[in-house]
Each structure stands twice: as C-alpha cells, then as structure tokens.
C-alpha cells in the first residue's frame, strides 16, 4: 500500500515565474485535498477533489492559482507569476471514508526568491 | 469561520513526565483528526473521533472528543524523546463543508531525555 507521493519534494524558483506541483494519492481514493502550511502554523485548508470534479476552493486560492484532477487520478497545482508570499510547504492529502479520514503526502517545499 | 485553538503553543518536559494538549472550538465538527508532524515532512494521522465523549487509547496516548464535539484533547502518558514532534488537532465540519479540514495552529512538543 503506497502513500500519497508529491514531486518534487523541494522548488526554489525566482519571482513572477511558474510553478507546478503534482500529487498522486493513495490509489482506490477519490477525495483530494491541497493545503498549505506556513512555518509555526497549521495546513490551511485550499481546494478539494472528489474524484475529476473541484467541489470547494478557498478564498486563499488567488486567480493565479489553479488545481486540476483530470482523470480523477493525480492531481496538478500550478501557481502562475509567484509572489514571496507564496513561499510554503504545499500539502496534498487523499480519503476514501465516510470521515474524511485525510492521509497526507510529504509536501512541496516551495522557496520564492 | 470555523476556528479550532490548541493548547499550549509549545510544551517542553523531561522524559517519563504526562503531558496533555487541547484544542477548542465554539462549533460543532463531525469528526476530529489528530496528528503528528516531523520537521520536513507531511502530518501522519494518528486517531479519528467521531461521537461525543468518545476516547480513544493508542498505546500511551488517549484522545477525548468532547461530549458537545466541540473539543479534545491529548493526553500523553510518560513521554519519551521519540514522542518529539508537532501534534496537530484538526475538525471537519461536515455539510457543505464536508471535504474541508480546519486545523488548530498546532503544539511543538519536545521531550528531553
């Protein structure tokens, strides 16, 4: 039984460019999750996934934010034009059951200089 | 907004000491996840809680869910080093929210040997 994946695991970019992250969730999941974390905080709560269809976005996902989950499998982030206040750790997290028992990856380190 | 406050923010103690964290809200949640966090690295889920006054034992930790299932706690019996780590508490809400997990802001616990 694999866990959820991320890649990469780390991204240093240089601001205004383009960033993309993918996460594969555990593999008979349906429900994907992205959060972000910033350093002393908890995840913060970002976009939702059950199976191809985005069912909530908060309003911290700014319009130059975009998630997709194409085939109800993986599921992409893309930040455009990064900003410094973008520097966190990404989090993606995958359920199946009846509690939204949430199983997370590893994260993206994301560095913006 | 729903909100979930942990305490205390940090807690250092000497191995073989109990030790217990809290987290609180003014709503109601569903369910509420524990879990622990390493540097680096996603949080790992520890326990569910799902009815009211429900607890639960994992080895040397029990976990409470409030009988109004607006609280919780974590209770550690006779920490040890490997028990070093971020706890966090996190509540879903369920409903129209029902993909979303709220996190409290987390408690950095070190155990000194």
């Known amino acids: 039984d694999t866990g959820v994946s991320q890649d990469p695991r780390h991204k240093i970019t240089k601001r205004g460019q383009n960033v993309t992250f993918r996460c594969d969730p555990i593999s008979e999941h349906n429900r994907l999750y992205w959060y972000r974390q910033t350093l002393g905080q908890g995840p913060e709560f970002l976009t939702y996934?059950?199976?191809?269809?985005?069912?909530?976005k908060s309003r911290l996902l700014s319009d130059r934010f975009s998630a997709e989950r194409p085939k109800g499998s993986f599921s992409t982030l893309e930040i455009q034009r990064t900003e410094q206040g973008d520097s966190a750790m990404y989090l993606c997290?995958?359920?199946?059951?009846?509690?939204?028992?949430?199983?997370f990856g590893p994260g993206t380190r994301l560095t913006v200089l | 907004t729903q909100l979930l406050e942990q305490s205390p923010q940090f807690l250092s103690i000497q191995e073989g000491e109990n030790l217990t964290v809290y987290c609180n809200s003014s709503s109601v949640f569903s369910s509420l996840q524990w879990y622990r966090q390493e540097p680096g690295e996603g949080p790992v889920l520890l326990v569910t809680v799902v009815t009211g006054g429900e607890v639960k034992k994992l080895k040397r930790l029990t976990f409470q869910f409030g009988d109004a299932r607006k609280d919780s706690s974590l209770h550690i019996t006779a920490a040890q080093p490997g028990d070093t780590g971020l706890y966090l508490c996190?509540?879903?809400?369920?409903?129209?929210?029902?993909?979303?997990?709220?996190f409290g802001q987390g408690t950095i616990l070190t155990v000194h040997p």
């Open positions: 997290a995958s359920s199946l059951g009846a509690y939204n028992e949430q199983f």
């Open positions: 996190a509540g879903n809400a369920g409903g129209t929210s029902y993909g979303k997990l709220t």
């Open positions: 996934f059950q199976n191809e269809a985005q069912l909530e």
